[in-house]
């Protein structure tokens, strides 16, 4: 059964600085991971998909790595600003056969003016 | 595009009184899923569906229901509501094709409480 960890529960930054936001999961057959965005009170934003086949995915200030063989992807958030407050979620379907996505329980990010 | 609808936003409800949850997409996605989130716990999958007609269990269908009588529509039934029943209640849809899957959008979420 997958599982996803992410680690640390919450990460306070001051503004401006880059920070990475990482995602672990145990199966490695994973068929593609997907980044979430959720304010408080709110539903969940899609950030970047990967899928297996790919290494990176790139929004904007966003980055998003994939390494299958390690079981970690990473978000990357270049000169991040307080709008960047938010959980981020991390999410994987286990397989080609798989419809469920295991999500991790967040990060909780902060980024102090 | 409205995306993914849920209604309604807040419910309250009694024990043992049931309710229906609705979600409605208007991307023409094959797939839809219901989640729910407690709070330390991360989102569990309820129910999923891969099209009208379809419907399977996901990690914790217990003293839910679903149907998906058309693609845009895939509605939540609750049956004698319980406590443990408490959550934020999400609705997602997605395309699918080839084997491929597509990223997960999600609506606003229902905020229900069962006392």
């Known amino acids: 059964k997958q599982e996803v960890t992410q680690i640390p529960a919450a990460l306070s930054v001051p503004e401006g600085e880059n920070l990475v936001l990482n995602c672990s999961f145990t199966d490695s057959a994973i068929y593609n991971l997907q980044w979430f965005r959720q304010d408080p009170g709110k539903g969940l934003t899609s950030l970047l998909l990967?899928?297996?086949?790919?290494r990176e995915q790139t929004s904007g200030r966003l980055n998003a790595s994939l390494d299958k063989s390690s079981g970690r992807s990473t978000l990357y958030i270049a000169a991040s600003q307080p709008g960047d407050s938010a959980t981020y979620l991390c999410a994987a379907y286990s397989g080609a056969g798989s419809y469920q996505l295991t999500f991790g329980k967040g990060t909780k990010l902060s980024v102090i003016p | 595009n409205a995306g993914v609808t849920q209604t309604p936003k807040f419910r309250i409800l009694k024990i043992g009184q049931s309710m229906t949850l609705q979600c409605t997409q208007d991307?023409?996605?094959?797939?839809m899923y219901w989640y729910r989130q407690d709070p330390g716990m991360g989102l569990k999958l309820i129910y999923y569906?891969?099209?009208?007609?379809?419907?399977d269990k996901g990690e914790v269908p217990n003293g839910y229901n679903v149907s998906r009588s058309t693609t845009e529509d895939f509605p939540l039934r609750l049956e004698l509501a319980a406590p443990s029943q408490t959550s934020v209640y999400f609705c997602a849809s997605s395309y699918s094709s080839r084997g491929r899957r597509y990223e997960q959008y999600f609506g606003p979420g229902t905020r229900l409480t069962v006392t």
């Open positions: 990967i899928q297996s086949s790919q």
């Open positions: 991307m023409n996605h094959n797939y």
């Open positions: 569906s891969v099209g009208a007609g379809i419907t």
